[in-house]
Structure formats: C-alpha cells, structure tokens
C-alpha cells in the first residue's frame, strides 16, 4: 500500500564503509555512476556544492524522465531490508517515491511516497519480498513535476536505517569525452578519472593511478596523494588513440604496496564524424536510458520507441485528453503501439459486448485521438508490437489484427501516417492471413527477424551465428512477400544479447559486434530493405544475465565493441545507392556502390577460427576493420569479422579477393554415421573450379574415385564390417598432383539398451537407472536458464531419473522427475510451455547445424492429462498432429511430489529410423517445468530442443544390445 512519508531520519554521520549493500560511489563524489534517466536526451548529471554528505549530488529533473540506478542487489526472500537517502527539493512540487524494480519483470517492491523539503533531509522506506533471489535496482518516481537532488543512498539488512556509511573505500569514475565514449576525429581522447577517498589512511599513500589499453602500447602511470573525504581529477591525453577504432581502456589504482584499491573498465570508440540524421538513413536504434543524443554520433538516424496511452488518453469513456507525444529532438522516430488492442487490456468501454476484444466503433475514436495527436511528429507507426506473439492464445487473432488495421489505415492516412505491420519473424501463418485480409491497409513490413538461440554466453554454450539462426531465412521470406503485395520492407527489431560478465575486450565481446555487423551487412544486400532497427541501445535483460544493449552499465555507461561496429558500418553502407552479395558461400562478399565509389566487405561464415591472407591487395585498397582501423596490407585477411576494402581501379580489389579465396584447400569434410558400421561422408567444393581426384581412408575405406562440381557437396558412402573407428583421416588426392588430409573425431555415441517390456505400466525401470541408457540430472548446472536470479531450491524442485530402452517395435522412454509443483493448462498442441518431456530425433544422424529439423527429424511432447502430439515428422506423416499410436502411462504422486513418464513410441512413428541394433542417431530430450507466475524452467539431455530446433546440437545415440 502506499505510505506518505514513512519517516524522517535526523542527521547525518559519515562513517566507515562496510554497511552499505549497494556498490560503488553511492555519494555520488565522482559522477552519476550507474543512475542514469529511464529516457532522455541528454544524460542526468551531479551538482557541485550542494550536497548532504561530501561535496556532490545528483539532480533529477521529472520534466525529462524518471530515474534509476544499475546497482543491483540480489535480497533474500521474507527478510527485512531498509533504503535510505538525503534528498531536497529544488523547485516544482514536493512529492516524489521509491521504490526498488525487479530487473526482469520490472515489479515494484517497498513503493513509499515522500514529501521533500527545501533543507537536506534523511528519508527511508523498509524493503521486504516474498520472492526468492529476486535481483533489484532503486528507482525514484516523481510523483509531479519536480526537481530535487540526492545523496548518500544506502540499502542494508535490518528494519531501522543507521547512519550513512561509504560503501567503499576508494572510488573512481573513469570518462572519455562525455556521455557514451564515443570520439569523433580529428578529437584527440581525453580520459579524465575523478577520484574519492573515503577511507585509505595517509599510510596507504602515495597512490599510483595506470591507465592501459590491452592489445597496444599504450600506457600511463600517475602517483598522486589524496586525503579522506576529498576528491580529486586526473586527465590524460590519448594521442596513440586517435584514430578510427575500439580502445577497451582500463583503469587501476594501487596503494603503496601494490595492493589494487580500485579499477574500472573505461572503454571509447574513435570514429568519423558523421551528418545530421536523415530520412533516407539505414539505421535506427531501439529506445533504451541511453541518453538519445549518444545515437547520431554512431550514424543512427531513428529511433524506435513503444506506447500503451489509450487509458491516459480517454480516462473514462469519450473523455479524451491530449498526450504529450515528446518525439526525439535530433532523431527521426518511429513509434510502436504495444498492447493497447490486446484483450485483458482493452479499456473496458472499448470491447465488443461479451468479449475482451476491442470494439472497432470505439476503438477508431481513440485511434483519431492518437494519429491527430501523431501527426507530424513521425512519418509511420508500428501498429502493435509483434502482433503473431501478442494475440498468439486467440484463435481468431489474425482476423482480429486484419480488423483493427482496416480500422485504423484510412484515420492514419488522413493524418499524413502510413501503417506498418511488425511480426514476430518467425514464419507462420498469421502473417500469409493477415496480408490476404488487409494487405490494401498496411504500409509497411517490419519483422522482427532474430537469429536463436541469439546469447552469447561465457560458457560457450550454442548461438546462432546471423547466417544459420533463422535471420536469413526470415530475411528471404519476408522480402519476398514484400515483393508480392508491393510493401516498403524494414527490419522493425533486431538483436543479440551477451552475458554481462564478459569483459569489454573478450573474444566473445568481438563476436558480438562481428555478428552485429554481418547481419547489417546481409540485410542491405536485400534491395526492398530500406531500414533496420537495432535492440537496443543500452543494457535491457532477457533469459538470464544477458544484455541485449551494445552499450553496458557498468560504473557508467561503457560501449561494448559492438558501438564501433555499429559506427563503422554506418560509415560503409548507410546510403549506399546499391549493395550486391557476389559470395554466399562460407565466404560471403558483398560489394556496396556509392557514386562513382566501390568497396566491398568480406568475412568468413564457416564457424571455424580460419584465416584466409590476402597478400595481393591492390595499392589504394585502404583495408580496414569493422572497428575502422586501419590494417596493414600485409596482414590483411578474411575472418569471421567483416573486413571493408576500397576499389580505385574497376575489378582489381575484387580480383584479388577472389584469387586468395581460391588459394585455399578446396575441400572440406563433414562425417556422420548411420550405424556402427554405416559412414557418410560429405566432401564439399569451396572454390571456383571443378575437382577430380580420389578419396580414402586408411583402414576403413579403399581409395576411390571422385569428382566434385565447384560450389557444391558429394556424398559418400563407406559400409564396413567391422565398426568404424572413432577417430581417422580422410585423404584427397586431386587429378593436379596435390593432396589433403582432413583428420575426423567422431563424438561417442550415448548407449541405448534394448529392453524387455512386456508391461509398460509395471515396468520396472528404477533398478536400471545405474546402468545403460539412464540419465540423472539433479544439480543446478543441468538447470537452464543458467540465471542465478531464477530461482531453483534443489532437486525437489526440478531434476529426473531416465532410462531410454528400445526393442524392434518401439522406443521408451521411463522417467521419473522431481518437482514440487505440477503444472500444465495448455492445449494439446502446446503442452510443452507446462511441465513436459521433450524428445527430439534426427533419424539419419545427418543434421549440418541450420536451426530447423530436416525431412528425417521428428520431434514429440508429452505431459499428464494430455494427448502426445508430434510437433514435427518426415513429409509423409502430417505434422503438427496428435501421435496417434503412442503408449504413455503417466501418474503423479503429490505426497512424494514426483511424476513418472513411461512412454512406447512405435516404430511407425519413427520411420526412418531403423529400430535395430547398431542404429546411431541423434537426440535431445527436454524436462519442463512452468509453475504458474515464474520463468519456464528445464533440463536438457542434449542442445538444440529447448528453445530454437538445431538438430545438430542433439546427443548422437546408438542402439545397443
């Protein structure tokens, strides 16, 4: 409940740091650290010489946003926790709140209400929750129009506030040319530490501040003396890092021992300057608290930003009021309606009688509120944020979407606003229904094509690279439908995420911003594209302690090197007046005309740490990184981060290109089995020219003849008596004399028994779970997300025993799983969203890493009380379809809280794999739980099932005896 001025805490006494659970400068002496404006254009700021504690405060103006700070906390579940803070007002109102936010779902806990003063006061607010690990950050809602200052803010354990203590003992606030760290040449980079003392003692001193860029030579080194309680700023000239590129900058201060006091990540980016925004630019970004006016420096010219106002903008039916539509000052925008149309938020005036759709009558009165309120302020608007998603549990929401947008086109259009319609990405039928009912309405396509899995994490666990994850294929599919109904064609969203703990100068951190830049790169090569919108600009979490920002907060706002990625691409292709992809192989080159300029981009998609040189570039090529750095001629080479190149003269950058392309060994091979004794091998032809030769494999297979066509595979197939072995080599020898040899490791195969059931309910599998085929996970490494903010109590709560068997007419699956709360609502179709099992099968044991199941995959979902469905299946069954002919005796226990699964899956249902032994196949299996309110939790056997299909990824298993 909300609570007017809990209390007011006299006073103020500073004293040792220890106490204070959130991190960093929480007095705000040497900056903003990591609070920053929910949203606005320029960034919130510290005021010197007004301060409850020290010297510096921070101001929050509620005309521009409300405000928080990126120290979050993990509190324990049902404990007492108190946040306390100074704060003033400056001028407006007096009423403002607190309240600290849940970093996923953005729930509010401890909301408190405080009426300030023009006097420095201390004020505090108790903090408790029911939920277990939930991760928090404060925030301070204005409540009216105000501005007022704070200071000192404190969380600790406990329900009385103590006195304000420093949460550490030095603090340091690293910047490089104002907010976002971008530098434009020919500006020299300054960085400027400001430094705070709170408690190192004379003894300690003298301090020594090193500041260094990892992979250059740059370096400086300062010994200084501060006393305690007093700030200090150090500044330092980079000239060595003038020019284009990313300089991932660290700072560190030492005492006298050697000991580090404090460090912190200071990253910027050097890039050209770039124009003003345009109308025709490429690029736009998704709205974040990344302050607006950062974007134009890295060649943004949009920016995406979402809405829900119908119940601010008619508070009671007909009553409409006007909405401070606030478009961005240097920016194009492009709005996006959220969920204004989606039943259960529809105001309840605005529904068709007996439903909680919107009635279209009443909905257009709000709609010519809203595009008279629009007009002129945006050229188009994304009506409804991935509609196929946000309407996915209405049987009708196609029609449902087509009727609102034949509603809303002609009031949009009176208005000078043209429509755009946003899916998902995914290919569906939603999409096809919607264009064939109300194609005449829309404007635009604007999907959302994401690669999946699309997280880069530490762990090195699977994401898709731009040209395998669904990006491409949902590019293709979505321009051709454009091409079809004669749509404009965009990209509405766009994004990877990377886990938070990864360095700045990590590999993964360049994958990241390698990724980011391929996938501009392949979307420009489709001539309806017209624009793309990036999520997001700053942090932004999903699925775990992932980021999807290309800026992170960390101390303050830092650029990933995907910043300069983004700038350097915007140097390359925005305007650009055509962009053709002349390779689409492993390689892929795209050339980019402008005028009478030609360069090109080139990198290598094969997924493998390869290094293609080029040491024939013609003079006048100016080779440069995805960074804008400048690159030697003679190391110059193809890798998986796009390299730009220029052309003076026609063809030759292109001719030599190609010819170091060609240089390579010309074959690759891919080998899999079929059985034991059952190999295949995949030889495919990389360059430019048809190969002749032979083929063998000491001990395995005699030498054969082969000829493979430029650009394209052969397949070979080697039987044996006896077992293939794990590991062999794979000889080429080409008609020209030279040889190759490719070394193979086959993975080993996870064995799969044959079973005597005669009794599928009796069964006894629990004394087998030791032996062959079983399979326990019970620890919380097997539980994904991987997120420690996901909460998980132990094996009771979610972890199995499995034993897979098979015999000549079914395989099983016997399973018992652990979890305190059994959970499944969802139809048929779609139990797998509630506590499931999973199974996923590539029967020919031949998948080549794209995420979609081939013409041999078959995938099912099973769960109490509901029919076993076949979400997928070779093309002579039809799919998706309940799996007629399954066995499943399924049962729960509540007193033990466990449920057993024991599953016949016949062998018509798994055609073509062949049920006998020695069969080696892939599989995956996934154990679900969706307990009601949280994140679906599972366990895998096996990748590539929970989230994207990459059969790839699955187990290779073999059938034994």
Known sequence: MKQLLLSVVAGIAVAAWGNNLFPEDTDFETGTQNFRYYRSTEPIRTVSGDAASGNSSLEIDSAVSWAHGRWGYAIRKDTDYTVSFSARRVSGGDTIAFALIGVLDWKQVGFTQFRLTDEWRRYRCRIRTDRAGTVLYPAFLPQEEIVFRIDAIQLEEGSEATPYRHSEAFSIFPSVNGAGSVVHTPEVPRLAVNAFNAGVPPEGQPFTLRVGVPG???????????????????????????????????????????????????????????????????????DSSLPQSVLPRIGVSYLRSGFTVWKAMEPREGEFREYAFQPPPELFWHPTIQSEFTPGRVPAWGCKPGSTQADPAKAALFMEQLFRQLRGKTEYLDFINEPDLELRNMPDGAEYYGELLKTAAPIAWKYGIR????????????????????????????????????????????????????????????????????????????????????????????????????????????????????FTGLDRWEGGPFLYGIWRTENGIRPLPAVAACAQAAHEIDRADAAELLLDGDIKLLRLRRGNHTSYAVWDSGGKPEKTALRELPAGAAPRSIYGTAVRPDEAAITEAPLYLSENAAGTVLAALLRAIDSRPPLTVRAWLRERNHLKLEVKNRSFSDWKGTVAIPGVLQTTILAVPRQSAETVTVKTAAAIPAAFAVELAGENGKEYRNPVELPAPFEIPKLAVSDLEKFDFVSKLN???????????????????????????????TLLGWDEENLYIFSEVRDDMHRNRNPDHAAWRGDSIQIGIDSHNDADGRNSYGSDDTEFTFALNKKPWNHHAPPTRRTPAE????????????????????????????????????????????????????????????????????????RKAVLAE
């Open 419 to 534: 429509l755009l319609a946003g899916v998902s990405g995914n290919r569906s039928d939603f999409t096809e229904k919607v264009l064939t009912e109300a194609h005449s309405s829309i404007d635009l396509l604007g999907p959302h094509p994401y690669c999946s899995p699309r997280s880069i994490a530490a762990d090195g666990r699977y994401c898709a690279p731009p040209e395998q994850g669904e990006f491409a294929g949902s590019m293709r599919y979505h321009s051709e439908l454009a091409r079809k109904y004669g749509k404009e064609f965009l990209i509405g969203e766009l994004g990877y995420s990377l886990e938070e703990s990864i360095p700045f100068h990590a590999p993964e951190a360049h994958r990241h911003a390698a990724w980011l830049a391929r996938m501009f790169l392949i979307a420009r090569s489709y001539p309806e594209c017209r624009r793309l919108v990036w």
């Open 771 to 801: 032996g062959p085929g079983s399979i326990v996970q019970q620890t919380r490494e097997h539980l994904f997300p991987p997120d420690p903010s996901i909460p998980w109590s132990g094996p009771a709560d979610l972890s199995h025993r």
């Open 883 to 954: 799996a007629s002919g399954v066995r499943q005796f399924i049962t729960r226990s509540e007193e033990s809280g466990t449920t057993v699964y024991r599953i016949a899956i016949p062998r018509k249902l798994l055609a073509p794999l062949k049920l006998k032994p020695g069969t080696v196949f892939g599989a995956a299996l996934c154990f679900n739980d969706a307990d009601e309110g949280k994140v679906r939790r599972y366990m895998t056997f096996g990748g590539g099932i929970a989230d994207r299909k990459c059969p790839a990824l699955f």
């Open 216 to 286: 250059t030579e740059i370096r400086r080194e300062r010994s200084f003396r501060l006393e305690k309680g007093k700030t200090a700023v150090m500044e330092f000239e980079l000239a060595e890092a003038a020019e284009p590129g990313y300089y991932p900058a660290e700072v560190e201060v030492l005492d006298n021992a050697g000991r580090t006091v404090k460090s912190s990540a200071a990253p910027f980016v050097v890039t050209a300057p770039f124009p003003p925004p345009s109308r025709e630019g490429f690029f736009g970004m998704q």
